[in-house]
């Protein structure tokens, strides 16, 4: 189902309901910096370009100050024979990100959604990961605090 135009306010407003926190589109454009946001009004604009377009898809990532934890960004290289030219995209790398995944599409499994790993899920994987600083940087209650913050919200205004 489509979210609201006041889902999408919600959520917004949500998410920059805390204090500083980094808010940034999970994937960059082809070839382009990724998009930052710095308050709800931004961010709720983009959501509705993303949930209007084609893909009918808007993915973020987010992450509190007092998560005590970092997104790294990290360069896609791009074979630019697939992609039309393009030869890099941003995408981020962290333990304890929270992941936004909003969606207008019609399949079943097409739901938004909010999520993060566990501390034990971060610590089983850790090691396909050795450049990213440990699991034990991030503090894991605040971490599971905001997502399920932020779930209650989705959950309240999905139709």
């Known amino acids: 189902m489509p979210l609201s135009g006041q889902a999408i306010n919600a959520i917004a407003s949500a998410i920059f309901d805390r204090a500083a926190p980094f808010v940034v589109e999970a994937y960059s454009a082809y070839d382009q910096e990724p998009l930052v946001f710095d308050g709800a009004g931004l961010l709720a604009g983009y959501i509705r370009e993303c949930l209007a377009s084609k893909e ?3 993915f973020l990532f ?9 997104a790294i960004r990290e360069t896609i290289h791009l074979n630019p024979a697939k992609v039309d030219g393009h030869t890099f995209r941003y995408s981020w790398m962290g333990w304890g990100m929270i992941s936004v995944q909003l969606s207008n599409r019609a399949g079943p499994n097409e739901r938004s959604r909010i999520a993060s790993n566990s501390e034990k899920r971060a610590i089983a994987w850790a090691t396909t990961h050795p450049e990213l600083p440990a699991p034990a940087t991030w503090n894991w209650k605040a971490v ?3 997502t399920r913050r932020l779930q209650r919200v989705l ?3 999905s139709i």
């Open 144 to 146: 599971a605090s905001h």
């Open 62 to 70: 987010v992450v509190y100050p007092d998560m005590a934890g970092c």
């Open 56 to 58: 009918a898809f808007a």
């Open 155 to 157: 959950a309240k205004h």
